[in-house]
Nanobody
Framework: EVQLQASGGGLVQAGGSLRLSCAAS????????IGWFRQAPGKEREEVSC????????YYSDSVKGRFTISRDNAKNTIYLQMNNLKLEDTAIYYC??????????????????WGQGTQVTVSS
């Protein structure tokens, strides 16, 4: 059974850091494109980062560029999102997703086949 388990969310003050983890089972993360999305209250879900299956390409939305870093540990079959200098507007539920490993970045929800359950990130002032 294919599963993605997101964790690492929590409450943090503005300017602080969190590292989200997305543990995969039932498939190998190095054979898939992996994306991180977030959905804030009253807003549509948006992609914030993506890494291609060969790690040759990464993507960051303008709102997180320079503050977030996506990475992968193939031995642990886990994807990470290191989030630094967190802002109030980063408050959201964060989801990881996996799509076909075709050496490309994916930008849209429909391009992903598997989704994790989400982890809440709350940034306070």
């Amino acid at each position: 059974e294919v599963q993605l388990q997101a964790s690492g969310g929590g409450l943090v003050q503005a300017g602080g850091s969190l590292r989200l983890s997305c543990a995969a089972s039932g498939f190998n993360v190095d054979e898939h494109t992996i994306g991180w999305f977030r959905q804030a209250p009253g807003k549509e879900r948006e992609e914030v980062s993506c890494i291609s299956n060969d790690e040759g390409l990464t993507y960051y939305s303008d709102s997180v560029k320079g503050r977030f870093t996506i990475s992968r540990d193939n031995a642990k079959n886990t994807i990470y999102l290191q989030m630094n200098n967190l802002k109030l507007e980063d408050t959201a539920i964060y989801y990881c997703a996996a799509g076909p490993g075709d050496y490309n970045i994916k930008y849209y929800e429909y391009e992903y086949d598997y989704w994790g359950q989400g982890t809440q990130v709350t940034v306070s002032s």
